[in-house]
Each structure stands twice: as structure tokens, then as C-alpha cells.
């Protein structure tokens, strides 16, 4: 069972949005829009299971200080696109159609787990886009050894657990006043385990071994090195494949984006100043 028992703080939550989207639907998108900062915004790729909010809400503020930040629940997550697939790939095409939506052009793709192999497939199917990569608790694949096929074993049991009965889906992510426990139950239970299964299919057939080499934005790799899912070696082979990457560490597990955020932002935080000091719009 995933205790979220020490999940981060809530506080007071940024405003999100429906923002509709050519061909493709609506989702949910927290923006803080244009701001004077010349540096390129960050677009925030959430993990497996989780809204775009539930991943990145204690890193949130923090981050924008730096600049524009996007973030938005990906197809079948969350209040993402209802879709009538799912693939890896679509999710990055819709990360760069909403941003054409937006208004952005080039953009620093900030992904975890999930998200950083949607992060990896934007720039190799946009590169005219991406302006940056921080990968965090990332893989090249998914060919995952006994050890690691009990560990995703055990979040699939834990996210039948946290399925909503019928009818029983909160109507909003406005839960704070409930508890910090309860508001992240509730966006957790915002995808369905179906939803859930099917992305975990897609992840499983993810391999970017044959071409992680030929990166060449400006990249950094935070490695969750207590990580039980992903062997922190093979997070940091990833940094080693790309030209100049950044390497940090951080002495946490997998769900360290929330339930241990502060060591999880020790890695975050210089890990996007590094990248952004190195891109250019």
C-alpha cells in the first residue's frame, strides 16, 4: 500500500483552467502566463497515475519564481484529454499543441518518471521546440528485472486501492480545505486504474536507448538515488548518454516529487537553473 500519510503541504493552490484544444479536446492547465523573464517557460510533464498538479504542486511556486510555468493533466489523467488512445507519443504531440494554444514556442520540458519519457519523445519528434530537458526519476526503458516488476506491481495494487466506486469521484481539485492527505487522494483518484493499466502498457514498451546519444539541448538528470522503481544506475547512465548533462542527486525514492518534496527540490531546483542558464528562446 503507498501511505500518503507525509505528503508535502498543500497550501493554497495556484487557479487552473479547461483549455481547449484543436482536435484534441480539453484539459486541465494551471499557466502563469506571460512574465519579463527572457528565460524559456518550463513545461511540467507529470508521472504515471498522478494530475499534472498532484506531481509538481510542492515545486510549484518555487519554479515559477524562475520564470513562466505550464502545467496540465495529460490524456486519460486527471481532467486530461478523453481520448480514444493512448500512446507515449500522443502525449507528447499534445504537450506541444497546447502550447501552441498558449502561445509558447520554445519551452524547457521538465518531466518526471512518466514524463520524462514524454519529455525525451518531445524533443525527438519537435526539436525545433524544446529549448531544454530536466529529466527526473527517468529511464531510457522500461525492460524491467523481477526486483522492478514486484515494485510496479505493488503501485498497480496500490491504485486499485484508491479507486473510486462508481459516483464517487471528487468534482474538483479544490480539496485542501479537507486535509492535505485527502485533496491528494483525491487527485490520485482522478484516473482510472484502466486508464492507469493502459499507460503502464505503453511506458513498458518506452526504449530510447538507440537514440538518448543524439540529445543535443542543454539536459540535466535528477536522480532519485533511493529509488526502488528505476535502479538509480540506469538513471545515471541516461546522464552519461547526453553531451554535457548535469547530474544531480537526490537521496529519496520514487514518489520523492511528494512524499519527500525537500530533498526532491534539493535536485530540482539547481537542476532547472542549470538548464535554463544554458537555453536560449
Known amino acids: 500500500m503507498v501511505s500518503l500519510a507525509t505528503v508535502a503541504p498543500v497550501g493554497t493552490l495556484p487557479v487552473g483552467e479547461m483549455v481547449d484544444v484543436p482536435g484534441r479536446g480539453s484539459t486541465f492547465v494551471v499557466d502563469t502566463g506571460p512574465t519579463s523573464s527572457t528565460a524559456p517557460p518550463l513545461l511540467l ?20 519564481a524562475k520564470g513562466r510555468v505550464v502545467v496540465f493533466d495529460q490524456r486519460w489523467h486527471g481532467r486530461g484529454f478523453r481520448t480514444p488512445s493512448f500512446t507515449l507519443e500522443d502525449c507528447a504531440d ?21 514524463g ?34 514486484v515494485s510496479m506491481d505493488m503501485i498497480s ?8 466506486k462508481a459516483g464517487s469521484l471528487p468534482p474538483d481539485s479544490a480539496a485542501p480545505a479537507k486535509g492535505d492527505r485527502a485533496w491528494a487522494i483525491g487527485q490520485f483518484r482522478q484516473t482510472s486504474p484502466g486508464a492507469v493499466g493502459r499507460a503502464t502498457a505503453e511506458v513498458g514498451k518506452f526504449d530510447s536507448t538507440g537514440w538518448i546519444a543524439d ?27 547526453i553531451r554535457g548533462a548535469a547530474s544531480y542527486d537526490v537521496n529519496c525514492g520514487h514518489a520523492s516529487c511528494v512524499l519527500e518534496a525537500d530533498e526532491f527540490s534539493s535536485g530540482l531546483m539547481p537542476a532547472c537553473a542549470s538548464v535554463i542558464s544554458r537555453a536560449r528562446l
Do not use: K
Open 45 to 64: 510533464l507529470h508521472s504515471i497515475a498522478c494530475t499534472g498538479m498532484l506531481t509538481w504542486y510542492p515545486h510549484f511556486d518555487r519554479l515559477a
Open 94 to 114: 499534445d504537450a506541444v499543441a497546447l502550447a501552441d494554444v498558449l502561445g509558447i514556442d520554445r519551452f524547457i520540458a521538465v518531466g518526471y518518471s512518466m
Open 116 to 149: 520524462s519519457l514524454v519529455g525525451q519523445l518531445l524533443w525527438r519528434r519537435h526539436p525545433e521546440r524544446v529549448a531544454g530537458l530536466v529529466l527526473c526519476a527517468a529511464a531510457a526503458n522500461f525492460r524491467l528485472a523481477p526486483r522492478e516488476r
Open 157 to 164: 495494487r496500490a491504485v486499485d486501492a484508491f479507486a473510486p
Open 215 to 241: 540529445i543535443d539541448v542543454p539536459t540535466a538528470v535528477v536522480v532519485t538515488a533511493r529509488d526502488r522503481v528505476l535502479p538509480p544506475s540506469r538513471q545515471r547512465w541516461i546522464a552519461r548518454q
